[in-house]
């Protein structure tokens, strides 16, 4: 009796999760890997398959923005990696080559894939199985710069190379299919609860960096100020009500493009107009 062979079954499998994921580089990668697996390039595979993780996770990781020295606060709270890795220092001595940008917070990775729905040790597996990759922070697209591939001779086993190819794929999809359903419901969860206040009576006020006057004071809001973003309201550590805030603000006169001040801590409930709107 003539059997279906094993890689069409295969083939179509991937090729119907794949169409469930929405177009982009993520996709673009699974798909050439899909292709690659098919062409018994498993090597090839690989590298796509930790392309497509390295965009989806690793890339929060790079701190290579901590190459030039003095950062904005935002650069760093951009970046997930520890923070005794942004910096200038721990980049001159510890960055030896571009892979060395990567600087993965495992405990915070294991959290995230957690919450996901994804089980740590697939990632892992992923990760130990597949040749490193780097992409400069800065490229917003595929086109703007090369990946470059560590290419690893330890994680190539020749004899292992097409199960291997075939675990890391089946896993990837997963893992990006898990990541598009948790940003979908983040989504719909924050459309709803984007509230906004102001300084009451356009008084200044403070902004703490925890729910407590006598800590350290992260920024100002100014009276003319025309919003502040609430997240949620929490008792003082000693006593009384705070709220959870970010605040931005342009720069001065409006002149220029972007943003000039960004903070975000805890704001006494006095200091502000709780006559908010939804946005």
Known sequence: MLQRPAETTH????????????????????????KFY???????????????????????????????????????????????????????????DPFDYVQLDHGRVDAELLRDGIEPAVFWNIWRLT????????????DDAQFAVKHDLERYDEEAAEPSAAYVLEHTIDILLKNVKTRSSFLKMEAGTNYMSKPKDGKPFKVYKKADKNSEVVGEVPGMAKLVT???????????SFWSVAF???????????????????ADENDLDLEWSSD
């Open 11 to 34: 083939s179509f499998w991937t090729i119907s999760l794949i169409d469930l994921l929405p177009n982009g580089e993520t996709r673009q990668f699974v798909t050439e890997a899909e």
């Open 131 to 142: 040749p490193p990759v780097y992409r400069p922070s800065y490229s917003l697209r595929l």
């Open 230 to 240: 609430l997240k949620y309201r929490t008792p003082g550590l000693h006593g009384g």
């Open 38 to 96: 098919n062409e018994g390039k498993y090597y090839l595979c690989l590298i796509e398959c930790r392309k497509a993780i390295y965009t989806e996770i690793e890339s929060s990781y790079v701190i290579d923005v901590f190459t030039a020295g003095e950062n904005s606060w935002f650069a760093g709270a951009m970046c997930k990696a520890p923070d005794f890795t942004k910096s200038k220092s721990y980049v001159d001595e510890h960055v030896s």
């Open 248 to 266: 931005m603000d342009g720069l001065e006169n409006d002149v220029g493009p972007g943003v000039d001040v960004t903070f975000s801590g805890y």
